[in-house]
């Protein structure tokens, strides 16, 4: 039933400029860029979520050392971040440069913050990029991460539209073995590492304290269309579902699609 629906809607509200996108290719970085910059809605809920990571910037500005971005993608973080550095996984024109997560090219506590927004679960093994940001992060450095959130809603609306990504949150390794750049990636990853085991984590990573864990957005990004779909909302609906969104602030932790992880490096 979720793959009849999932296609069907594809099919009757796709995104045109999504049609024949390998997902794991360099092309897709372009493609995904042109998409944000058709799609009011969209670019207004990525200002949503790069404002999570501003918190992080303004405690750190007595650090030194360079702010990067992991998995930066078609994202427009940079716009809001100045001197942020950019790396991809693929090299494109919208990235600095080409950086392997779990080998990270930085000298030891050489960061002030990393920003990963959507790109922990799709590395094939966290806990390597885990130890790495670790490594590079300053005294005081923040890790900061927006991640899928084992929520039901979430779960439900990853069936319905058949998506290629899935959730498993009974996996007992942090791995993601079959996952391409952005395909067949477990979206319940970041919820098994920092909340199912998290004495695990902090067993494993003991220089990283999780200072917050922050539950967000309801139905807004499905809403805004993503990168497979068309907005479902005109822009001028923006300012009722940010109100509805905040009214729905107490019931984020049942009901929120996405978490903000916040890490200092103590």
């Known amino acids: ?17 999504a049609h024949g996108i390998d997902l794991n290719g360099p092309d897709a970085v372009l493609a995904h860029r042109r998409i944000i910059d058709s799609n009011r809605v969209l670019r207004a809920h990525y200002m949503r979520w790069y404002r999570e990571c501003l918190p992080a910037v303004e405690e750190t500005r007595h650090l030194t050392g ?6 930066s993608g078609a994202g427009f973080l940079d716009q809001v971040i100045p ?15 080409v950086v392997d997560a779990m080998k990270l090219p ?29 490594r590079c992060l300053r005294p005081g450095g923040r890790l900061v991460m927006l991640e899928p959130h084992n929520s039901w809603p979430q779960r439900f609306l990853c069936r319905l539209l058949d998506h290629y990504e899935y959730f498993d949150d009974a996996v007992k390794e942090w791995t993601n073995e ?10 319940a990853l970041p919820w098994v590492i920092f909340i199912r085991d998290r004495a695990r984590f902090e067993k494993e990573f003991p220089a990283l304290k999780i200072l917050r864990i922050r ?15 068309r907005p479902f ?3 001028m609906a923006l300012p009722l579902v940010a109100t ?5 602030r107490p019931l984020m932790r049942w009901a929120g699609t996405m978490m903000t992880i916040d890490v200092e490096k103590k």
């Open 233 to 235: 909302i005109p822009a």
């Open 66 to 71: 360079d702010i990067v971005e992991i998995g």
């Open 1 to 17: 039933m979720s793959l009849n629906f999932g296609a069907f809607l594809r099919k009757a509200w796709g995104q045109p400029l």
């Open 215 to 229: 539950y967000h957005t309801l139905l807004s990004y499905i809403l805004s269309g993503g990168m497979s779909f």
């Open 83 to 97: 001197k942020l550095v950019k790396t991809d996984s693929v090299q494109n024109q919208l990235s600095h440069r």
């Open 244 to 248: 509805v969104e905040c009214a729905a």
């Open 106 to 134: 930085f000298a030891d506590s050489s960061l002030r913050a990393l920003f990963l927004i959507g790109v922990l679960h799709h590395i094939p093994h966290p806990a390597k990029f885990l130890s790495e940001a670790q």
């Open 178 to 187: 079959g996952s391409g750049r952005m395909t067949q990636a477990n979206m």
